[in-house]
């Protein structure tokens, strides 16, 4: 069967079935459309995720496999538990979201172009202000070193960029990410697409179909009004 790559509408928010994906670029759905916050959050809530390069079209995205950390699996090993112990680092929530979004775009560890951006850091900052992006930020004393920001729908978090100025920053902030979404019920977090770091703290791959049914009930999660206040993390590990 032949597969069609989809044009958005302008004038529509409509995106068309997960189902009709292309297998080869895996996963993309779509082109057009625009970074509007409806438009976000109607892609988020059905599974999908712009993703695009510099001089490329807006592309949108559902892959299968779909990667995954199951909470309860987050891999903590005996160097990273013993480091949360002692670490010298601090960790909060949503206090410098245009910071961690502007080190993701340009983390000093990527070797390839980013893909964050100037009109995809806008969108973000947007959906931010109306509490839809979210960030964890890692400092020493005054100092940010390590975060990660992703989209959060009811009980539903999708994982967008983490960065790291110092060893083990990003590693921090998923963990803490982990247990905070714990503490409200929620499972898993949306990791997008597989890679060894995320494989390494115990991110699966998944088929869309499951993913599809692990996003709706997670949907179905109500967080409390004071679920993404900013403010400082504090966990024993």
């Known amino acids: 069967m032949s597969q069609r790559l989809y044009q958005l509408s302008d004038t529509s928010l409509a995106f068309p079935p997960l189902e009709h994906a292309l ?4 996963g993309l759905l779509a082109i057009g459309g625009d970074l509007s916050t409806q438009r976000l959050i109607n892609a988020y809530k059905n599974g999908i ?11 949108w995205w559902s892959p299968t ?20 112990k002692k670490t010298p680092f601090t960790v909060s929530l949503n206090k410098d979201f245009a910071q961690v979004i502007n080190y993701c775009s340009d983390a000093p560890f990527r070797k390839e172009g980013t893909w964050i951006l100037p009109p995809m850091q806008q969108a973000y900052q947007e959906l931010h202000q ?15 070193v390590g975060g ?16 790291y100025t110092q060893s083990n920053a990003s590693k921090v902030a998923l963990v803490y ?7 409200a019920g929620i499972s ?9 770091f995320l494989e390494s703290m115990g991110c699966i791959e998944i088929s869309r179909e ?26 024993s590990f």
């Open 23 to 26: 297998t080869d670029p895996n």
């Open 49 to 59: 995720f712009p993703w695009f390069s510099e001089n490329d079209p807006l592309m």
């Open 65 to 84: 496999p779909r990667a995954i950390i199951n909470i309860s699996d987050l891999k903590i090993n005996k160097t990273l538990k013993k480091f949360l």
């Open 130 to 144: 109306q509490g839809i992006a979210h960030s964890i930020e890692v400092w020493d004393q005054q100092e940010l």
């Open 148 to 163: 990660l920001y992703g989209v959060a729908i009811n009980g539903f978090f999708s994982g967008e960029s983490m960065f």
């Open 177 to 183: 990410l982990a247990e905070h979404l714990k503490n």
């Open 188 to 196: 898993f977090i949306d990791c997008q697409m597989l890679n060894p």
């Open 210 to 235: 499951k993913f599809v049914k692990l996003k709706e009930q997670a949907l179905t999660i109500s967080l409390a009004n004071n679920f993404w206040q900013a403010k400082q993390l504090n966990f």
